[in-house]
């Protein structure tokens, strides 16, 4: 065993600063570092990728100025979920312990096109047990879960490649201790920091010389710990260099926890409050020997610094709608096999989605039909609306500015027996009834309105549900579900809703809504249902929940801003479970006067943020009942008006979608979809149809999609700064910025 001797409290009054002695000297004469690269360990994935874990990599512009960035490189690797990783040094070298005792190195290349993990070197060391890992580059801390810690020399930290000493074995006190307890430990230089209970604290390392006749090798010392900061909100902590901090909190709140904010040190003070959110993981700094601020005038950049692009135009906004839209009173669509024939001679009854909306429909009500229809020989049926709404029906429609929302709804059944169903929600602009009133503004809403709608070729499914299949969720079983691991983690996700989910797990990449008994039914010839049919409508729940209508984005010297109010122009997707499961796709309009100004102006510089408002939804059981009884009975999920929950906020902010900036994302847009706002000018949307946001709401386990159209009163907008540099690249995300770009990125 090695001596023991050595690692114990030591001088009575330790510096204050955070690295002491010549490093901190040394820094801010010589320094060029700005930007420290940044790991975060995300947690371990589902299905095929549970044994993995994820390492990302982020740059952490200027950490002690208050223009601090958190840049997404986008670079990704995976390692197995029963590996520990470590950093440190500011030499780009990433340290693995894995459970089958080796320790890797790997050199970070990314800077300069390579690979996140290149692998150095593999030593036979076997550190699985270690509760933590640590390092400074050169000496590396195993600390064990009962605070006994070994340390190690790393002969070449600028490689990863050099020999690995261990000068000191199995000692334990006060201070190794307490690092094995706290909340969170990490390396800077020559001091040892950690965060416990809101207070951090460090120890400075000493080095001692060898023991007696150099039997034994050099070894260290921790001094006396000294406190830091307290009051230190946070459950993660790291230094990306001297005299620098920077924290990580966690909320209940999916879309502000994982929030960073950034400090300087003695004394603790505030740097930037809101660097970034949405950071979920084990995080760690390759933190370097000093700091610096980088030029006030540098637009953040990840690598190389880029070249000025001439050739890139002054972004242009939208022209204006060539045309009002004609209102008309025909709606039509298409029903199809579940292998996408068509169908022909199917029974299509059309009814008027909202006409009850403030009625009791626990009991049961009868949604009004406004007439049926036949589908022709290529599956497709037209319906002309009566001339004249019924009251009921009037009056939903001018409460959604002009626009009705319809079901369509037939059903079948296979030659095998197998009972189907056609679902399809559709919107309408009538010509207003004679003598009806209408809300001013009518028009124009309902044209946006009219621009969301969606394709109606509907496919035919079965109809096997019952009620304990329709059951909601446990809160358990909830968070098992593809929308709520959106919802928690939306990058491992992804951005697309899916159009088949399961409300308490995540169903196959192969899952087949069509197997029904072992057989697939997707090509089965069917006979239509006939007789006079009605769909009576009986509710369940009532459900508010803040939904993403929007999202605005100003990297660096610019100020973001998101407006949405005077009337509500959103059209959001329903869900509908005929099998067991849920299908998402069609939409509902919601396009009501609420009287309300909400959203947010000038956040930023680095702010990206999406945008939500209070939607109620609504859980319905429908049966639809022909002349011969009960022919279908499904369940439905579906939003229907903007509601403020009592006491609620009239919107909120949304994820941190800061990920979608920056120049390497710039650099991959289409040259088309690119443009430049001047400095001290602006650029905003106020025409043409939004993106669709995917999974902007989840609930009981079910995610769907929603639509904001642009108008005067719902914008995105990016005010560029005034500093000398300050021309801001901009791309639309759909397409050129004058067109239709649905949402714009900044760099």
């Known amino acids: 065993m090695l001596s023991t001797i050595v690692l114990t409290a030591g001088l009575a009054t330790a510096p204050q600063t955070l690295t002491p002695g010549h490093a901190a000297a040394a820094a801010d004469a010589t320094c060029t570092t700005f930007s420290v690269p940044t790991y975060v360990l995300e947690p371990a994935g589902s299905g095929t990728d549970a044994g993995k874990r994820v390492l990302h990599k982020y740059m952490e512009w200027g950490p002690r100025s208050a223009d601090t960035d958190l840049l997404d490189t986008q670079f990704t690797a995976s390692l197995p979920a029963t590996s520990k990783v470590f950093t440190g040094g500011g030499n780009g070298i990433v340290y693995e312990a894995t459970s089958g005792g080796q320790v890797k190195t790997y050199k970070d290349n990314t800077a300069t096109g390579g690979s996140l993990l290149t692998p150095v070197k593999t030593y036979s060391l076997n550190w699985s047990a270690a509760k933590r ?162 030029d006030p005038e540098t637009v953040p950049y990840f690598g190389t610094a880029p070249a000025d692009d001439t050739d890139v135009p002054t972004a242009q906004q939208p022209g204006e709608d060539s045309s009002p839209a004609a209102p008309s009173n025909t709606v039509s669509g298409k029903f199809t096999l579940g292998n996408g024939q068509p169908v022909q001679g199917l029974t299509v009854t059309v009814t008027a989605a909202d006409a009850t909306l403030d009625s009791d429909s626990s009991a049961g009500v009868n949604e009004p039909v406004l007439g049926t229809a036949t589908t022709a020989a290529d599956g497709t049926w037209t319906l002309d609306l009566p001339a004249k709404l019924p009251a009921g029906v009037q009056q939903a429609t001018n409460d959604n500015g002009g626009a009705l929302n319809l079901n369509a709804t037939t059903a079948a059944t296979t030659t095998s027996g197998v009972p189907v169903l056609g679902v399809d929600a559709l919107m309408a602009v009538p010509v207003p009834s004679q003598g009806a009133s209408l809300t001013v503004g009518t028009a124009a809403d309902a044209k946006a309105a009219e621009a969301t709608d969606d394709d109606h070729t509907v496919p035919l499914v079965p109809d096997t549900v019952d009620d304990a299949a329709a059951k909601d969720p446990s809160a358990e079983q909830e968070q098992q579900s593809l929308a709520a691991k959106a919802e928690a983690e939306p990058r491992a996700v992804g951005e697309e809703t899916p159009l088949w989910q399961s409300d308490h797990s995540v169903l196959p990449a192969d899952y087949n809504p069509y197997a029904v008994g072992g057989k697939d039914v997707s090509a089965e010839a069917v006979t239509p249902r006939a007789g006079d049919c009605q769909t009576v409508t009986y509710e369940q729940w009532r459900k508010i929940r803040y939904t993403v209508v929007g999202e605005a984005h100003a990297n ?77 009975t499904w369940y439905t999920v579906e939003p229907k008006r903007y509601k403020l929950p009592a006491g609620g906020s009239v919107g909120k902010i949304g994820k941190d979608v800061s990920a979608k900036d920056s120049s390497r994302n710039y650099n991959r847009a289409p040259k088309r979809n690119r443009g430049k706002v001047e400095r001290g000018t602006f650029f905003e949307l106020t025409r043409k149809k939004s993106t669709k946001f995917g999974n902007a709401v989840s609930l009981v386990g079910i995610g769907l999609s929603a639509t904001t159209s642009y108008d005067n009163s719902h914008k995105q907008k990016i005010t560029a700064g005034t500093r000398r540099n300050a021309t801001h690249l901009i791309w639309g995300k759909n397409g050129p910025l004058d067109e239709n770009p649905g949402v714009f990125y900044s760099n």
Request: with cysteine.
């Open 133 to 294: 890992i640590l390092t400074n580059g050169t000496r590396i801390l195993v600390i064990g879960s009962d605070g006994a810690i070994d340390v190690y020399n790393q002969s070449s930290p600028a490689t990863g490649d050099g020999t690995l000493t261990k000068i000191m074995d199995d000692v334990k006190t006060s201070v190794t201790t307490s690092l094995a307890a706290a909340d969170d430990v990490w390396m800077v230089n020559s001091a040892v920091q950690w965060l416990t209970g809101g207070k951090v604290q460090q120890s400075i390392i000493s080095n001692l010389p060898p023991g007696i006749g150099s039997i034994t090798p050099p070894g260290i010392r921790l001094e006396t710990p000294t406190t830091v900061a307290t009051g230190v909100d946070a459950a993660q902590a790291w230094a990306p260099g001297p005299n620098s901090l920077s924290t990580q909190a966690v909320t209940d709140d999916p879309d502000t926890t994982g929030q960073v904010r950034s400090y300087t040190t003695g004394p603790l003070t505030t740097a930037d409050d809101d660097v970034r959110s949405g950071i979920v993981g084990d995080i760690m700094a390759d933190a370097g020997p000093c700091l610096t601020d980088p």
């Open 556 to 632: 660096w010297d610019a100020k973001a801003s998101f407006q949405y109010d005077s009337s509500m122009n959103s059209s959001v997707e329903l869900a509908i479970n005929s099998n067991g499961n849920w299908k998402a796709g069609a939409s509902r309009n919601l396009s009501n006067e609420f009287g309300l100004s909400t959203g947010y102006t000038n956040k930023g510089s680095y702010y990206a943020h999406q945008y939500k408002v209070p939607i109620e939804y609504r859980k319905y059981k429908k049966q639809y009942i022909c002349t011969m009884g009960v022919k279908s």
